[in-house]
Nanobody, 120 residues
Framework: QLVESGGGLVHSGGSLRVSCAAS????????VGWFRQAPGKEREFVAV???????DYAGSVKGRFTISRDNAKSTAYLQMNSLKPEDTAIYYC????????????????WGQGTQVTVSS
């Protein structure tokens, strides 16, 4: 099970950190991805961290967002800085075995999502 938290309303240029708490799995063996879905749009890749903490980012967030993990807490994080109105979306975390991916259909466990709204 994955549970996201930390979403909210922030002004443009602000920062927010969302969390993804995992249970029922050996978290350290899993890659964790963050995805987002804006109204009327398809779910898109944001960031991913492998089981060895290698990371990858979508071009639209590179340099502004940072993904990290704390295996002792079975939790992954997405630190979002310099937020823009176009970052407004529901943010989802997802897991897959060890190897990272940027494809939504390669992740098989998903959280319920947390809303992030950036006002202009």
């Amino acid at each position: 099970q994955l549970v996201e938290s930390g979403g909210g309303l922030v002004h443009s240029g602000g920062s927010l950190r969302v969390s993804c708490a995992a249970s029922g799995l050996t978290f350290s063996n899993y890659a964790v991805g963050w995805f987002r879905q804006a109204p009327g749009k398809e779910r898109e890749f944001v960031a991913v961290i492998s089981w060895t903490s290698l990371t990858d980012y979508a071009g639209s967030v590179k340099g502004r967002f940072t993904i990290s993990r704390d295996n002792a807490k079975s939790t992954a994080y997405l630190q979002m800085n310099s937020l823009k109105p176009e970052d407004t979306a529901i943010y989802y975390c997802a897991t897959r075995w060890k190897i990272p991916s940027t494809q939504t259909d390669e992740f098989y466990t998903w959280g319920q999502g947390t809303q992030v709204t950036v006002s202009s």
